[in-house]
């Protein structure tokens, strides 16, 4: 079974900084690219970053550009989203998902809510 | 301001048939496939419809998902109250390089 569990999510304040994971199992990890998307809390989805199975190919947001960087350890079944300098803006639950080429996202994790708030 | 534009909401009584629609641009669903996700209250969203059409295991075949052009529909028929939901289109932008997803429909079966 597929299975997509994010953490590290918590309360920053702004300009800070903070790390989120995304464990994966059930399938081989290193084949598939993965996604981060986030939803701000009564809104609408909005892509973050991608990073291909062998980290070659990222892609970001310009939201986040500059500010995001999206990294895997194949070897420990994991995506991570290191974040910095992060504003208000940036609250949001934050997906981890696996993409289902060439555009379809077919596992999202639970989310894991980043709260950016002085 | 989404890239994709869908209606804020469509309603239908249960049982009957509703279509969602979602318009964009010769750079996103003109020449990209597009899928389509169902997002239940409180939990992650669902693929519904992949490559503008095909259905992923488990997905019943009330659901539908056709493409025209620069646009796409999504068809859901015999409609039932837990199909109460969210629902967002999604594709690939080749110009902005980027996922992009339509602002989200709520549907409501009265």
């Known amino acids: 079974e597929v299975q997509l569990v994010e953490s590290g999510g918590g309360l920053v304040k702004p300009g800070g900084s903070l790390r989120l994971s995304c464990a994966a199992s059930?399938?081989?990890?290193?084949?598939?690219?993965m996604n981060w998307v986030r939803q701000t809390p009564g809104k609408g989805l909005e892509w973050v970053a991608s990073?291909?199975?062998?980290?070659?190919?990222?892609y970001y947001a310009d939201s986040v550009k500059g500010r995001f960087t999206v990294s895997r350890d194949n070897a420990k079944n994991s995506l991570y989203l290191q974040m910095n300098s992060l504003r208000v803006e940036d609250t949001a639950v934050y997906y981890c998902a696996r993409i289902l080429p060439p555009a379809a996202i077919d596992y999202w994790g639970q989310g894991s809510l980043v709260t950016v708030s002085s | 301001q989404s890239v994709l534009t869908q209606p804020p909401s469509v309603s239908a009584a249960p049982g009957q048939k509703v279509t969602i629609s979602c318009s964009g641009s010769s750079s996103n669903i003109g020449n990209n496939y597009i899928s389509w996700y169902q997002q239940l209250p409180g939990t992650a969203p669902k693929l519904l419809i992949y490559?503008?059409?095909k259905r992923p295991s488990g997905i019943p075949d009330r659901f539908s998902g056709s493409k025209s052009g620069t646009s796409a529909t999504l068809g859901i028929t015999g409609l039932q109250t837990g199909d109460e939901a969210d629902y967002y289109c999604e594709t690939w932008d080749s110009s902005l390089s980027a996922w992009v997803f339509g602002g989200g429909t709520k549907l409501t079966v009265l």
């Open positions: 990073l291909s199975g062998s980290s070659t190919n990222i």
């Open positions: 059930g399938f081989i990890f290193s084949n598939y690219n």
């Open positions: 490559d503008n059409s």
